[in-house]
């Protein structure tokens, strides 16, 4: 009698789990992750599709915020060995709304990895930041250099090769020039680079310049030089991680010895021939970077290769920027005289006519203490950096 009175009782149960089983697969066929139906996985019209390569980075970050704010549909993908989560949450939080925003964690060391990716999204175009990009370590990390800038960049090339994506947006520096006899640099300087982090990006462009030959891709590759500064709203900075500030970028130092972070900052060659005996570099704001970028990607057309050098025309030697710190800062900063750092040259700026006359681009942020300021006030009130956020 019980076995009789339980199955009834039974027969339903299973009824009810069949029926919400029916209404969960009905639900998620109409879900826009389901069975590869994703918006990123698909071509829309009237919305562009980028990929950016290590968009959990500095500038990579940057760009993808301008990106988004600019109503492009984008995919960060990105290993995190030197990127930040933190930005990608923060990226999340301003565009929640389905289909603006995904993030993939992958090595682009990872062939199968990369296609993989390729194959389960629609990507339209691609601006491939994603590489270690400091001097002194590069002399160190040779080996590291190549694989990771070279070897990645022809293994992005080959996937957008095999998937039909046609516009590639190229990350690359005036490190390829090495040092140059004549200043300013333009685009038909000669290109000497005398480290493998300059070596490692001319290899890219090199491999990326041959491909274009046979391809009807459209290609832009932006040589850029010094970044500082960061998001005029406060809601990106520079974040770089503990271990690699011995590597960093000056305004990182600069920002540490004011924090007190470090007990001062070590200025690196102090007899080269200019006019204070420090290096002259052209101090790019990220602000601007990102437009160059933008416009570039608005003006790739097919078949067609665009070189030019993002900067501000303006060399500006390392103590006038020490100077401008301490102003940007307000702080007394230890200043530590060394030796040369091995890779490093001497004079570099660029002439930016040529992006200002076919891109219609010129840099709006040349004040050094106020891209400083602007930055100091994102790590003043982000002392950990993007910490869990």
């Not at 994703?38 to 990579?60: D, M, N």
């Not at 694989?147 to 039909?164: G, K, Q, W």
């Not at 030019?308 to 100077?323: A, D, L, P």
Request: proline share 5%; hydrophobic share 35%; with cysteine.
């Amino acid at each position: 009698m019980d076995i009789a009175r339980r199955k009834p009782n039974f027969v339903g149960k299973v009824a009810v789990a069949a029926a919400l089983t029916v209404m969960c697969i009905l639900v998620l066929k109409q879900s826009p992750g389901f069975g590869g139906t994703s918006v990123f996985s698909r071509h829309e019209t009237g919305v562009t599709h980028v990929l950016v390569t290590g968009g959990a980075g500095y500038i990579g970050s940057h760009a993808t915020l301008r990106l988004l704010t600019d109503n492009y549909r984008v995919t960060i993908v990105d290993n995190l060995s030197r990127g930040n989560m933190g930005a990608v949450r923060v990226l999340q939080r301003l565009f929640p709304e389905p289909g603006r925003l995904q993030f993939i964690y992958t090595d682009l060391g990872d062939p199968k990895a990369v296609n993989k990716m390729f194959s389960e999204n629609a990507f339209d175009a691609v601006m491939h930041f994603a590489a270690v990009a400091y001097v002194g370590e590069s002399t160190q990390e040779p080996l590291r250099y190549y694989h990771n800038i070279t070897s990645n960049t022809l293994t992005v090339l080959e996937a957008m090769a095999a998937y039909n994506v046609k516009t590639l947006i190229y990350s690359s520096t005036c490190a390829t020039y090495g040092e140059p006899d004549t200043m300013p640099i333009t685009e038909t300087t000669p290109q000497n680079p005398i480290n493998p982090y300059g070596k490692a990006k001319k290899m890219s462009e090199d491999i990326i310049l041959d491909f274009s030959k046979k391809s009807d891709m459209a290609v832009m590759i932006l040589r850029y030089f010094n970044v500082i500064g960061s998001d005029p709203e406060g809601r990106l900075g520079e974040a770089p991680r503990p271990e690699l500030r011995e590597h960093g970028r000056i305004s990182g130092a600069c920002f540490d010895a004011a924090s007190g972070t470090i007990p001062g900052l070590k200025v690196r060659g102090t007899d080269y021939p200019t006019a204070d005996g420090t290096c002259i570099r052209d101090y790019i704001d990220v602000t601007d970077l990102v437009d160059a970028h933008v416009k570039a990607l608005g003006k790739a057309e097919p078949k067609k290769v665009g070189i030019y050098n993002v900067g501000t025309g303006q060399g500006r030697s390392v103590h006038e920027f020490v100077e401008a710190c301490k102003m940007a800062t307000g702080a007394t900063i230890k200043v530590e005289l060394l030796s040369r750092r091995p890779g490093d040259y001497a004079e570099v700026y660029s002439d930016p006519s040529k992006i200002r006359d076919e891109l219609n681009w010129t840099a709006r942020h040349t004040d050094l203490r106020e891209s400083l300021a602007t930055a100091w006030k994102w790590q003043k009130t982000h002392p950990g950096g993007y910490g869990l956020t």
